[in-house]
């Protein structure tokens, strides 16, 4: 006998509780989704270690440490330009309007003449209207207080993906127990092995290639006279946001914009490290990315840029690097899954 389907209003509501639920918890749900996500990119590595017989226990350990390691060392590398140029912001803001007012500036007085002659025809007068300018004061106590609940949060990850990489596999196993036969116990295992060693290559590829990118764009950015730790602080926002497809890179492209325009005073010069940034990003999306990974995990662009709208609507920046991970999660599932394979296509 079938089993009654709900009506499409409880549906409906279902999902618009589903939706909120994650948006009001997000502060418990992002750590969780960020620790298994840290923990899919070091199990590959994890699993190479226990094949030289190191313990679970000690390969979580030294992947962890190692991981932490690196983004020590980069956060101190770039602590220093980082800041440097959040100080330099304002000034480098005025000496860039001057450029961008003498490029702009034939459009800019077509805009004014076509502005004065509809006022004209008008009877308005051309006089420039009173502007009210409202300021806002920053509350310094506001950051002061928010620190210690970001650090809470970083600590809560790091333990987190700790304790995944090591009891993420018993936890799987004694989840598994519950299930009554032995048959569909075989058949749980198989498919969560398979999604699981699929996802965690997925995830370290990826964040493989787009470091590959941080680096080849570092590289050529140092090769146009950019300093060095500024290089790898510009290397590193284009690893970091090419996780996000379309979004991150159309964003990646007006920083590099600026940053040309405030580096080099000619105008074509300028334009250099947005053109060698679109340039490697072509090479990698459309060249690198669809070899390495191949057809099992193409993603079709309008499902891309819906769940990016999704998860960053969710989320914000978070959602906005987790939302091709866990769409990629939910094909794989859905592939495995006896008369579901006509969604997971429906995805590509």
């Not at 914000?316 to 296509?345: N, Q």
């Amino acid at each position: 006998m079938p089993r009654p389907r709900a009506p499409l209003s409880l549906r409906i509501l279902a999902a618009l509780a589903v939706g909120f639920t994650l948006w009001a918890a997000q502060e418990l749900i992002l750590p969780i989704l960020l620790a298994a996500f840290f923990a899919l990119v070091g199990n590959p590595i994890l699993r190479l270690l226990q094949k030289l017989y190191l313990p679970r226990f000690v390969g979580a350990v030294l992947v962890l440490a190692g991981g932490l390691a690196v983004s020590g060392v980069l956060a101190l590398q770039l602590a220093e330009p980082a800041g440097e140029w959040v100080r330099q912001v304002p000034r480098e803001m005025k000496q860039l309007a001057p450029k961008l007012r003498q490029m702009t500036k034939p459009m800019q007085d077509a805009n004014r003449a076509a502005q004065n002659i509809a006022r004209a025809a008008g009877g308005e007068s051309t006089a420039k209207p009173v502007q009210v300018v409202k300021t806002e004061l920053n509350d310094p106590y506001r950051s002061l207080t928010a620190t210690p609940k970001y650090l809470a949060q970083v600590l809560a990850v790091i333990l987190l993906t700790f304790f995944f990489m090591v009891y993420g596999e018993t936890l799987q196993r004694n989840a598994i127990a519950l299930l009554p036969g032995p048959q569909q116990k075989k058949l749980t295992i198989d498919i969560l092995h398979s999604i699981e060693r699929e996802i965690s290559r997925y995830v370290l590829t990826i964040s493989l290639i787009n470091t590959g990118l941080g680096l080849a764009l570092a590289g050529a950015l140092y090769a146009l006279g950019v300093p060095l730790p500024e290089s790898l602080l510009w290397g590193t926002m284009a690893a970091t946001l090419n996780f996000a497809p379309f979004v991150g890179p159309l964003i990646g492209i007006v920083i590099m914009l600026l940053m040309g325009f405030v580096a080099f005073d000619e105008l074509w010069p300028s334009l250099l490290p947005a053109g060698v940034y679109l340039l490697l990003h072509t090479i990698e999306s459309q060249a690198v990315t669809p070899i390495v990974l191949g057809r099992r995990m193409r993603l079709s662009p309008l499902v891309l840029i819906l769940a990016l709208m999704l998860f960053g609507w969710l989320w914000g920046i978070v959602g906005l690097l987790l939302a091709v991970p866990l769409l990629v999660c939910v094909k794989l599932v859905l592939a495995r899954i006896d008369g579901l394979e006509g969604w997971s296509r429906l995805l590509e």
